[in-house]
């Protein structure tokens, strides 16, 4: 007998996990303002290095308290590592490749991440897009690349080479849903498989700190080191389980098909906390960020199972 599809697979996102994502996409569209806000006192991999090592006691006793064995043998170690590999170099690339590229350049590919995922989620998964929920991807990125602004017609090859770093952070972003979600790590409580992820990227980003010579070079301002527990706690310790936890309910190409609306969010934010302008095509961004969402997201007709097809599954 076949092994059964697994039960995330087409499973339509309740109105509370709509709610959920759409708290979490707030979240990470502020976090970028606040990685601005702190950069004059801390580098960027200095920054993530020391966010991921905050998040871990963050995880460890929110775990423990829900009752989570950490260092129970259940098979998840080599996946976890693997997906905590992929979890470091992840970041690695998109701090680095924003040295390279426009910022409005590297929001727009690092936000590619949902078609590696929808890509993904077809050949290990099982889970199958219909040509409406295709087009609404294709929307809603439309929607953000309008938003961010139509980026600059002069490219140079370092300009192309920061681009492809985004590019590739964003596939590994969906390779470590695509583990989570095929491996036995999907079994794991959600602070675990976190855990794997944040406690080995820790050595990477630290290493990756090193070799480009970032140091700390004057006391951090208050407002930095708030901005800085706001990371470790809420986004990485928080959040990011959150966004585990529904990984591993629901479709995962759907539930990528939101984070759309984080760099939304994000300039929503950089106009009220930067006072950077907006334009009337952020209102036209929206729509069609909203539109593609109702897409994707559009209940699938039930089909009924034809006779014979009831028959061959008595059979199996």
């Known amino acids: ?72 043998r259940d ?97 590994l972003w969906a390779a470590t849903t695509m583990v989570a979600k095929a491996t036995r790590l999907r079994f794991a409580a959600p602070e675990k498989a976190l855990g794997y992820q944040v406690a080995t990227s820790v050595p990477i980003l630290g290493l990756a700190a090193y070799l480009f010579g970032e140091t700390i070079t004057h006391t951090p301002s208050p407002l ?10 809420w986004v990485v310790g928080t959040t990011f389980t959150l966004w585990f936890a529904l990984v591993k309910a629901y479709s995962a190409s759907k539930l990528s098909a939101f984070t759309f609306i ?3 969010f994000g300039v929503v934010g950089s106009y009220f906390i930067m006072h950077d302008n907006l334009s009337l095509t952020f209102g036209a961004a929206a729509l069609l960020v909203i539109a593609g969402l109702f897409l994707v997201n559009r209940p699938s007709p039930v089909v009924q199972p034809s006779r014979d097809a009831l028959l061959n599954v008595t059979k199996t």
């Not at 006192?41 to 829900?66: E, N």
């Not at 002069?154 to 952070?169: A, K, P």
């Not at 930095?224 to 706690?233: D, E, T």
């Open 75 to 171: 098979g998840t170690w080599k996946p976890g590592l693997f997906a905590g590999l992929m979890f470091g170099v992840e970041f690695v690339l998109i701090y680095q490749g924003i040295r390279f590229t426009s910022a409005s350049r590297a929001v727009v590919f690092l936000y590619t991440a949902p078609f590696f995922v929808a890509l993904g989620s077809y050949q290990l998964l099982g889970e199958r897009l219909s040509g409406t929920q295709w087009l609404g991807l294709a929307v809603s990125f439309a929607g953000v690349a309008l938003a961010i602004g139509v980026p600059q017609p002069n490219v140079d090859s370092q300009m192309l080479l920061g681009d492809l770093m985004i590019v590739g952070g964003a596939s």
């Open 262 to 264: 984080t760099p939304l």
């Open 224 to 233: 930095s080191i708030g901005l800085m527990v706001f990371q470790a706690v």
């Open 1 to 72: 007998m076949s092994e059964p599809a697994s039960p995330s697979v087409g499973r339509p996102l309740s109105a509370g996990a709509i709610a959920l994502m759409l708290m979490l996409c707030l979240t990470w569209g502020f976090n970028q303002i606040a990685v601005k806000l702190v950069l004059p006192d801390v580098p960027p991999m200095l920054q993530a290095t020391i966010r991921s090592m905050g998040a871990l006691p963050v995880l460890f006793i929110v775990g423990t308290l829900r009752g989570v064995k950490f260092f129970e």
